[in-house]
């Protein structure tokens, strides 16, 4: 009796989604549609709190924050509708696989056997061509063939709705129709433009653009969502007209379609292409050396028009697809020579999030690269996000650190921030790069100095740029300064890990100020400052032999470092050694390394080892660090533990950086999303053993 109403249970499951889908290389908590930069973040929610385990059909892709994105899909085969994307209401087709590349979500359909639909979600990343990484777009291609032998009859539809131009759904939302140079595009954006402001993360200002192919057989359509869904539900095609009631984006929910007729399909492919994207004159309010001010984004240095730029990247698919499949290519080839697959399912996840988090700004000659806070609190530049994420920006075009680093530079060598050490952030609230002219951010001194140090040395030695050194010499030295006060004995005080509280002699963030005077020590013997190298290398390597006996625990079996100095029941993932390891600097001891490596095994959960002793929750980027210094066992522990988590989690929202070692989910009240610091994935590609 059990056994048989447990059969019909899952017998009707299954029949309700149809035929299961694959996921490759595995299924992420969220899988990234279209994501591209703060605001250009489009998800589709899997993960089994909440999410649909993964359909493109049937359930709203979601911006970052969780609100609806209105964004759906249907196709039409021999006078029958069906949805691709999304919950417009009609039979949704079958999704048979899944697979996503560093720059890429791939959907596999079927429909009624008649067709097989392979529809892409292409956020292109290019690091060194900044042309056309400062274009805030991202493409949909949806290709259509037929799967049984004969031809079908074949339109596709695709819409966006009001809700990508403002997170205040009550906003009045504008719009308007037109074509360039063989592209037809809606425009859409808030009527009343509120600069630089957000509303549950939305931009509130900008204009949004959905475009396709002007040719024969597209037709579009705006107006109520039921309107237009409904005409091309019925006919196949829409009515060539705009809606002109200018309206709150759900009054009656403005939608934007489009549709496209394929006529007789066969076995040969047939696609359609679409372009979705923000276009912001300015993008960042910013005080750096002069006066706080708007600056534009970086597209404005290459195109007259927001209607030049969408044009230039929606006929450039073939280019940009081709670039971006050379960039993926590069990372799978990577990092399976590195670590394998799991290691790749990691960090081809891991580019379009933390690309996302950032947008290129300035003009060619002064370019920034701002980037945020995304989810934990939505600063800008924050000194220790960026240092999880450094490896990605490294390995991809290491111009990109300094182009990171450049506004913390430019504010405080003009004299805008008044303590001693380095400043945490550029802005509380990403756009606006404030500065902290009253010296009151949050205080992460030894941190943020070691950060800055290492940082700046990583940039300069990938870049061979030793001028860069010189030009931020005496800012450099000054934190150095800090450092040698604070590193060996340091205060009661937070590390970036600040949700776990604070806490003195902390062995962690010891060790990165002993790497950072040692980074300082390399910095001034590159730049001719003999005596500086002499007196900085001296003291790292006092305090590291101090800190050597101050903060292992050599009385057990397996020895291991202490979370705090003393607290030998402690324990916690020292991260920072990568530094150590990645500069090449020499300063720890090689017995250090394979202690650590020896010792996380005995203290891991089934989803990984957890960051301390206070909790049972982790940081993945904090892991890959760990990882990317280990033996090749231990590293491929930590990688596979990833990877298995990764694919079961049941999160359901962007990969979140911090997650619960034996639940996998995420640690009570802390949802980290979205956030940048995934860019820690690629530490294992930085060091060769
Ligand atoms: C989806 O698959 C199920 C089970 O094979 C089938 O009954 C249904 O007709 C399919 N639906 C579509 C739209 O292809
Ligand atoms: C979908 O992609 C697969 C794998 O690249 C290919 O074999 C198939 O022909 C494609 N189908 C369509 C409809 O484009
Ligand atoms: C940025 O500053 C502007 C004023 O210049 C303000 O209107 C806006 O709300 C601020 N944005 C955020 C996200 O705080
Ligand atoms: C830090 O550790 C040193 C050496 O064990 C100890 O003397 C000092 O009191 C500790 N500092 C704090 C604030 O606990």
């Known amino acids: 009796m059990q056994l048989l109403r447990l059969g019909l249970l899952v017998a009707s499951f299954a029949a309700s989604i149809g035929a299961q889908s694959t996921f490759s290389p595995a299924r992420p908590p969220s899988l990234p549609l279209a994501v591209r930069s703060p605001y250009l973040s489009t998800w589709l929610d899997a993960g089994s709190d909440g999410g649909n385990g993964g359909y493109l059909a049937g359930q709203w892709p979601v911006f970052w924050q969780n609100q609806v994105n209105g964004w759906a899909g249907m196709v039409r085969v021999d006078g029958e509708t069906y949805t691709w994307m999304g919950l417009p209401g009609t039979t ?17 359909m079927n429909v009624a056997g008649k067709l097989e ?39 596709v539809y695709a819409d966006i709705s009001a809700e990508w131009v403002s997170g205040d759904r009550s906003s009045i939302a504008q719009w308007d129709y037109g074509t360039n140079d063989g592209v037809a595009y809606h ?23 959905w475009a396709t192919d002007d040719k024969n057989g597209m037709t579009y359509q705006s107006g109520g969502d039921t309107d237009v869904r409904g005409q091309f539900r019925n006919n196949g095609k829409l009515a060539n ?98 670590a394998g697959q799991n290691y790749l ?36 530049n924050t000194v220790d996000v960026v240092f999880p994420a450094y490896p990605i920006f490294l390995y991809s075009n ?122 300082m020590s390399v910095i001034a013997s590159k730049t001719g400052h003999q005596d500086d190298a002499a ?52 300063l720890v001891p090689n017995s250090v390394y394979q202690m650590q490596s020896d010792f996380y095994p005995t203290v891991a959960n089934e989803y990984g080892v957890p960051l301390d002793t206070r909790h049972t929750y982790t940081k993945g980027d904090w892991e890959c660090f760990a990882a990317a210094i280990a033996s090749v066992d231990t590293r491929d522990m930590f990688l596979q533990h990833l990877a298995t988590w990764l694919d079961k989690t049941p999160t359901n929202r962007p990969l979140t950086d911090l997650y619960d070692t034996i639940t996998g989910n995420y640690p009570s009240s802390l949802t980290f999303v979205a956030r940048p610091v995934i860019g820690g994935a690629f530490a294992p590609l930085l060091v060769t053993s």
């Not at 044009?311 to 698919?317: E, I, K, Q």
């Not at 697809?321 to 993926?328: A, E, L, Q, R, T």
């Open 187 to 209: 425009k859409v954006y808030r009527q009343t433009q509120a600069a630089f402001s957000q509303w549950n993360e939305q931009a509130e200002w900008g204009y949004w653009y």
């Open 535 to 586: 007196k900085f290398t001296s003291i790292a390597q006092d305090y590291i032999t101090k800190w050597q006996d101050l903060a292992i625990n050599k009385d057990v079996s397996p020895s291991h470092t202490t979370l705090s100095y003393g607290d030998d029941s402690s324990h916690g993932i020292l991260y920072n050694l990568f530094a150590d390891a990645q500069l090449g600097l020499g």
């Open 117 to 155: 639909m392979n529809i892409t979600f292409l956020s292109p990343i290019t690091p060194a061509d900044y042309k056309r990484q400062s274009l805030v777009f991202s493409y949909l291609n949806v290709e259509v063939a037929s799967l049984d032998g004969s031809d079908h009859d074949v339109q």
């Open 241 to 338: 007209t705009g809606d002109t009631r200018f309206r709150a984006i759900q009054d009656n929910w403005p939608v934007f379609g489009f549709a496209s007729e394929l006529g007789s399909v066969s076995s040969e492919p047939a696609s359609t292409l679409f372009s979705i994207g923000l276009a912001q004159d300015d993008a960042i309010q910013y005080e750096g050396s002069e006066a706080y001010g708007p600056v534009p984004s970086l597209w404005k240095s290459y195109f007259d028009t927001d209607v030049d730029a969408l044009t230039f990247f929606h006929l450039d698919y073939e280019k940009s697809s081709h670039i971006s499949g050379s960039f993926d290519a590069q990372v799978a080839r990577d990092s399976l020579a590195v």
């Open 398 to 519: 290491p111009e990109l650190l300094k182009l990171v680093l450049e506004p913390l530079y430019e504010n405080q060598e003009a004299g805008k921030y008044p303590n001693t050490y380095a400043m945490h952030d550029m802005g509380s609230s990403y756009p606006n790069a404030t500065g902290h002219n009253d010296g009151t951010d949050e205080p992460m001194p030894l941190e943020e100095c070691g950060n800055m140090l290492i940082m700046t040395l990583a940039y300069a030695k990938a870049a061979k740029d030793t001028d860069y050194l010189k030009e931020h010499y005496d800012l450099l030295k000054k934190w150095t300064g800090y450092l040698v006060e604070d590193a060996l004995y340091p205060a009661n005080q937070i590390s970036t890990d600040d949700f776990a509280g604070s806490l003195a002699n902390q062995t962690n963030l010891a060790l990165k100020g002993m790497i950072g005077i040692q980074a």
């Open 92 to 108: 949704t087709v079958n999704q048979t696989a899944f697979e996503y590349t560093s720059t890429k979500s791939i959907f596999t």
């Open 345 to 380: 399912t990691l960090t081809s996840l891991s580019v379009r999030q933390a690309f996302g988090a950032t947008q290129l700004c300035g003009t060619e000659d002064h370019m920034y690269l701002f980037l945020k806070e995304i989810s934990s609190d939505g600063n800008m």
